[in-house]
């Protein structure tokens, strides 16, 4: 019982976290509802003249570590639109479903996968709160590892999860979806609305859009909207590799939009119908692949941890359940205000795509290796992240309300500088005594190097508050001082320290603290 209590105050300090986030979001211009005014379209979401600057810089920072910091990697970026085929041959027409279940009672339909793998992340919330309880005992002497590896109570929910998913995985993977509406039953698992364990069975659900080519009814041509970048790499492969003359191993990088119709969409931009991938695909020799599948784990969580939200914020989930193309994979999964989820996957992909679209198309897609003498289909490892998740995950795991030394608090937004919307805010005290001249001088010669705002609306206190909840890292303040002796006051956002810096200084202090090559030095 007071285990159930205990669940339902980390649930409800969840959700009301998750819950600022989202009005925050809104509130500080980072992320509106698509069409709001029509009362919005479901899991579409908008971003706003701040959102849209830190998903640029989210961006920037992916493609400077994955493509411009490789000399053996390069980027394309295909069209949305793609043929047909395209999709047939990828095993999206006939494979890409999800196992979706619907309520009877309250109507609401759910990805049955998720139902059982959010019971089994409640096992993993009381791992934690036995974890917390015992660090709280032992104080300093505790020791975590031993601890959740000799623990009788984690060690049975820890079993208890792992034969779920392994149930899970195999029953998804025989397309036995008796038995996935079976271990719903068993698990008792309830809809979270009705609270009743009433539920049809389990169908597949195909996730991908559908659109016309071609202005006449007749003659138009039925296309889909990519549920994924990776087929544009793919389809792309052997241009890529002849006119840039690309030398395996070598990665295909892209950016871009993909669209799917997703069953459950009640998270935010966590699972939206049209989000952003950035996708990377490694071509290598086939039985390379166990080797680079590594590189790439390492890789990519070395680039998550150069971000500095707390390493344990990530974990890896490898997968029990391979998609169709796969012989690998695994997810770094971050801590998310409801909990960890995926942020990224890293896939082995085999040689299945580039075989598929040689079947599909008659065509060759094979690479003649000079050092084997022959010719080969590689072999791939792809890296995939979701752009809008990244987002939301250093959005919320910035988000803070912090309680300072004159019993007031302070809600601040402590986003990585290098990503920040804004890098400094230049505030004149006043609006007068030629304090904004001043000001507007230093926001023209800053802007150059990085995105500055100028404010002087309210008092500079208030400001300060604004510019904390906006995230920017540096407000620099022009006083009656500055007058005197051309400093001014620089003011940092995480530890409120001030200190007066000359205006000539200003830049390389500022850049030293938000330039890229600094961040991604740390990987
Ligand atoms: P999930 O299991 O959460 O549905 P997935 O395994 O289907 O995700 P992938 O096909 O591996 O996801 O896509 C790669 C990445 O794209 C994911 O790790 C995620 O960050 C992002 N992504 C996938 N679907 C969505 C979505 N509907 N909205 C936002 N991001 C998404």
Same mark, same amino acid.
């Given at each position: 019982m007071f285990g159930a209590v205990f669940y339902f105050c980390i649930m409800a300090n969840q959700n009301d976290q998750f819950k600022k986030v989202i009005s925050h979001a809104k509130e500080y211009g980072y992320v509106f509802q698509s069409s709001e005014i029509y009362d919005g379209l479901s899991a579409v979401y908008d971003y706003a003249q701040n959102g849209v600057e830190l998903k640029n810089n989210i961006r920037d920072y992916w493609w400077k570590a994955?493509?411009?910091?490789?000399?053996n990697i390069v980027g394309i970026d295909a069209a949305i639109f793609m043929h047909p085929q395209t999709w047939k041959a990828s095993g999206h027409v006939d494979a890409f479903n999800d196992p979706l279940i619907d309520n009877k009672d309250s109507k609401k339909r759910y990805r049955a996968d998720v139902l059982v793998e959010d019971y089994v992340g409640k096992l993993d919330a009381k791992i934690e709160k036995e974890v917390k309880k015992a660090a709280k005992r032992f104080g300093d002497a505790f020791d975590k590892e031993e601890f959740v590896s000799t623990n009788p109570r984690v060690l049975g929910y820890k079993e208890k999860g792992e034969t779920i998913l392994k149930r899970l995985g195999k029953s998804l993977e025989n397309e036995d979806l008796a038995d996935v509406k079976a271990l719903i039953e068993e698990l008792e698992i309830a809809c979270p609305v009705s609270g009743s364990r009433n539920w049809t069975d389990v169908k597949q659900f195909n996730l991908m859009f559908g659109t016309k080519l071609g202005a006449s009814a007749d003659s138009a041509m039925d296309l889909y909207l990519r549920p994924e970048t990776a087929q544009g790499i793919f389809v792309n492969f052997l241009n890529v590799q002849k006119t840039g003359r690309m030398k395996i191993p070598f990665g295909i990088a892209q950016t871009g939009k993909a669209f799917r119709n997703e069953i459950v969409a009640r998270q935010f931009i966590f699972r939206m119908r049209e989000f952003e991938q950035m996708e990377m695909q490694y071509f290598i020799k086939p039985g390379t692949q166990k080797k680079w599948y590594e590189f790439w784990k390492e890789a990519r969580l070395k680039w998550h941890l150069s971000l500095g939200? %707390?390493?344990?914020n990530y974990r890896f989930h490898d997968h029990e359940k391979l998609a169709h193309y796969a012989d690998a994979a695994s997810d770094i999964e971050f801590r998310f205000p409801f909990g960890f989820k995926e942020l990224e996957g890293i896939h082995s992909r085999t040689d299945f795509d580039l075989s598929q679209h040689e079947k599909h198309t008659g065509k060759k897609l094979q690479y003649f290796d000079p050092e084997e003498n022959k010719s080969y289909v590689p072999y791939v490892v792809e890296t995939s992240i979701g752009l809008d998740r990244m987002f939301l995950a250093i959005f919320s795991n910035a988000l803070q309300e912090e309680e300072l030394d004159n019993d007031t608090t302070r809600v601040v937004l402590k986003l990585p500088s290098v990503l920040a919307p804004f890098k400094a805010a230049v505030l004149p005290l006043?609006?007068?005594? %030629?304090l904004p001249e001043i000001a507007h001088k230093i926001v023209e010669d800053l802007k150059w190097e990085f995105n500055v705002m100028y404010d002087e609306k309210d008092a500079v206190g208030r400001r300060y508050r604004r510019q904390d909840a906006i995230g920017t890292p540096f407000c620099i303040t022009v006083d009656h001082d500055t007058l005197d002796n051309e400093t001014v006051t620089l003011r940092e956002r995480d530890t409120m320290k001030q200190q007066r810096v000359n205006i000539s200084d200003l830049m390389a202090s500022i850049k030293n603290e938000v330039d890229m090559k600094s961040w991604l030095k740390r990987m």
């Open positions: 994955m493509v411009q910091m490789h000399d939200l %707390g390493e344990d006043v609006k007068k005594d %030629g």
